[in-house]
């Protein structure tokens, strides 16, 4: 029932038996007997083929349910065989925003190939709700991520934490009345930002002025919304963009006020075209995570990176 199931699984990813066909370098009349056959030895249709592109049917999901923990399981195997090596091969599958594998991974990966020159390590570049998809279907094994994933199905290792801080263009009237409580970039790389002494800025100074947020399903835009909640104002958002930096960049060209982290800050050139505010909402610190797929199979590889990103992790 289940002899030639990564086909079947190759047409479930691909949603496409031509494309699948093409990545199983078979044929696609072939590839469509094939999976003919196995559809007959269930009883019922895998493929909903009316729609487009191809969806499973009720008993399809059933059976990709089950392929996909046979995968689990063979993976851990291979998996448990090459921790009994050296680390003289293996493979890290990493991925994250942009920000964070631009800023954050590359010394970490130096570091680790340093010592496993002969570990491949692949990094994927990616929104959170496609690194998850890739984390879950198993195609990653760690993600580096501030959202608040589901505990039931994510492991998690704190990297460390951020603080998200308000940048706001230079040119904006605003900053004259707001001037006191101004805090520079070398305040945030040096840590001084989080003394107490130093005030957030009254957030209904902002009220009325242009926003420029993530889009919906970044914890970083949940988190702005939640501060224009607390202070009860009604946001004007003029643009919402898939990553942090962008946003930033948008700001520092004066087009509206961004939700930036002192991870991003710390890791940007200086630009005087930009103003940086401590928050006063609840919900700016937030944990910044390596999570994997709870109960899959944790390899010595990873086991060693995490460790290594653990000795390099900033304050």
């Known amino acids: 029932m289940f002899s030639n199931a990564e086909y079947v699984y190759e047409v479930y990813k691909e949603r496409s038996f031509s494309r699948a066909a093409h990545n199983l370098y078979i044929s696609q009349p072939a590839l469509s007997v094939t999976i003919k056959r196995i559809e007959s030895r269930i009883g019922a249709p895998i493929f909903d083929r009316s729609t487009n592109p191809i969806g499973l049917t009720e008993c399809g999901q059933k059976y990709i349910e089950v392929v996909k923990q046979m995968m689990d399981l063979q993976s851990g195997f291979v998996n448990y065989l090459n921790d009994l090596e050296d680390l003289s091969a293996g493979v890290v599958n990493v991925g994250g925003s942009n920000l964070f594998t631009s800023c954050l991974l590359p010394p970490i990966i130096a570091e680790y190939k340093t010592r496993y020159p002969a570990v491949e390590i692949n990094v ?182 995490l460790s290594i990103a653990e000795q390099l992790a900033t304050p």
């Open 124 to 305: 994927v570049e990616a929104n959170t709700p496609h690194l998850d998809h890739l984390l879950m279907e198993g195609r990653l094994d760690l993600i580096l991520d501030n959202y608040i994933f589901d505990k039931k199905t994510h492991d998690s290792r704190l990297y460390r934490r951020e603080e998200l801080l308000l940048a706001v263009p230079s040119a904006f009237p605003v900053n004259r009345a707001l001037k006191a409580y101004q805090i520079s970039r070398e305040d945030i790389i040096n840590n001084k930002f989080k003394d107490p002494e130093l005030k957030p800025a009254p957030f209904e100074n902002f009220k009325g002025l242009p926003f420029v947020l993530l889009k919906a399903g970044n914890d970083t835009r949940d988190r702005a919304m939640t501060t224009f909640a607390e202070h009860k104002i009604q946001p004007r958002i003029i643009l919402e963009l898939d990553q942090q930096m962008t946003a930033y960049n948008m700001s520092c060209q004066g087009l509206g006020i961004s939700f930036v982290s002192d991870t991003l800050v710390r890791n940007v050139p200086a630009d005087k075209h930009i103003c940086f505010y401590k928050l006063d909402a609840s919900c700016s610190v937030r944990d910044l995570c390596f999570f994997r797929k709870k109960a899959k199979y944790v390899t010595r590889a990873v086991r060693e990176f």
